[in-house]
């Protein structure tokens, strides 16, 4: 969602909301805006206060050229998994030093599902990432790869996905709820939300916030993270 001020003038209170960016003076939204959209008739929002900005997503300052600034709003997918590569493998090491020192100063959030407690294994030991990007799950036998889809585009990704021999399937609800919470602290994982195949209504689905632990739903055409999971090789 972009906001457009018309005319451009700053001294307008009036914004304009658009789904995509846009001809005239466009801009990305501030999460105050995004609240107040979210307030108004105009849409209903489910939980308001996990609208995040990328700053908070990633716990660190945001830098011109990071992946949200350049990673294409429409377009080829094959071209926006290319730019999410790059930017994981020259921010991995910076975000798992960032996101390890957080998790040191705060409490872990407790995890929505009942009757399950967060494992206290060490995830560094538990997950290894190749270079190919395949992630190494030692305890749950499971090996995992990432892209950037909406809910409709994830399926046709993860059955054409032939990266390390291929055998890929969309990891299900239950497969998300077992990383949360050492998946997040590693690094290796570069979304904190993932598509389920689980389907809500006609146009929402269900993710799985592996940093929070919470089941969020979200619009199918919405681009969020996809894992693609195999057992070990």
């Known amino acids: 969602m972009v906001c457009n001020d018309p005319g451009g003038s ?8 658009s789904p995509a960016f846009g001809d005239g003076f466009t801009r990305k939204p501030t999460k105050t805006e995004i609240k107040k959209f979210a307030k108004s ?3 209903a929002m489910h939980e308001v206060d996990s609208v995040e900005t990328p700053n908070e997503i990633s716990k660190k300052p945001v830098k011109d050229d990071d992946f949200w600034s350049k990673v294409p709003m429409s377009g080829d ?7 999410y590569r790059e930017y994981l493998a020259s921010n991995q090491q910076e975000q798992k030093q960032h996101v390890q ?3 040191n100063q705060e409490s872990p959030k407790a995890i929505t599902q009942p009757n399950q ?19 190494t799950d030692s305890r749950e036998n499971k090996q995992y790869y990432e892209a950037s889809h909406t809910w409709d585009q994830a ?7 032939s990266v390390g021999g291929g055998g890929w399937q969309l990891a299900t609800m239950e497969e998300l709820r077992k990383l949360y919470p050492e998946a997040w602290p590693t690094g290796f994982f570069g979304f904190t ?9 006609g146009s929402t689905a269900w993710t799985f916030d592996i ?5 969020v739903w979200l619009y199918r055409n919405t681009y969020g993270g996809v894992l693609a999971v195999r057992s070990r090789r």
Do not use: C
């Open 10 to 17: 700053t001294q307008s209170s009036e914004v304009h909301y």
């Open 101 to 103: 020192a957080t998790i």
């Open 155 to 161: 399926r046709d990704w993860v059955q054409g996905l």
């Open 211 to 215: 940093r929070d632990g919470k089941e």
């Open 41 to 43: 008739d105009r849409m």
């Open 193 to 201: 939300g993932y598509w389920s195949p689980d389907i809500k209504d």
């Open 77 to 83: 997918p094959a071209e926006r998994e290319n730019v």
């Open 117 to 135: 407690k967060p494992s206290t294994a060490n995830s560094s030991s538990r997950f290894t990432r190749d270079a190919n990007g395949v992630i």
